[in-house]
């Protein structure tokens, strides 16, 4: 369910779903999504990742996770990790933004949502 429409508790497992889209290939990506506040990683164990024929490097730290994309192919890519609720409050999602680094015109960013978290 979009985690914008219910009510969290402390316990509960949120996957975040990153979708990114583009129209052209692009080497060496740099995909960071920051977490809310009141959430912690599930997936903490740095190295390389193997989805729908691309490889990367995912690196998560308490605010932030990193992918690390040496070559990013034209399409319809989805990046995911979990996060546990483990306090209650009125939370700002961060937003995720993503850059190509040898062409830093290349790049976007999200909008961040509200999470709700009580009993």
């Avoid at 959430?39 to 691309?54: A, C, F, K, L, N």
Wanted: include cysteine; hydrophobic fraction near 35%; glycine fraction near 8%.
């Amino acid at each position: 369910k979009p985690v914008d429409e219910v009510m969290l508790a402390p316990g509960d497992r949120l996957v975040v779903r990153l979708v990114l889209e583009n129209d052209q290939s692009m080497e060496y990506v740099h995909l960071k999504d920051y977490h809310a506040s009141g959430t912690e990683p599930v997936d903490v164990i740095s190295g390389y990742r193997w989805q729908g024929g691309m490889s990367f490097y995912q690196s998560t730290r308490d605010e932030v996770t990193h992918f690390f994309i040496y070559f990013l192919p034209e399409g319809k890519h989805i990046f995911e990790y979990r996060l546990d609720v483990f306090q209650q409050g009125n939370y700002t999602a961060g937003f995720a933004e993503i850059q190509c680094q040898y062409a830093p015109e290349f790049s976007a960013r999200s909008a961040s949502i509200r999470l709700r978290s009580g009993k």
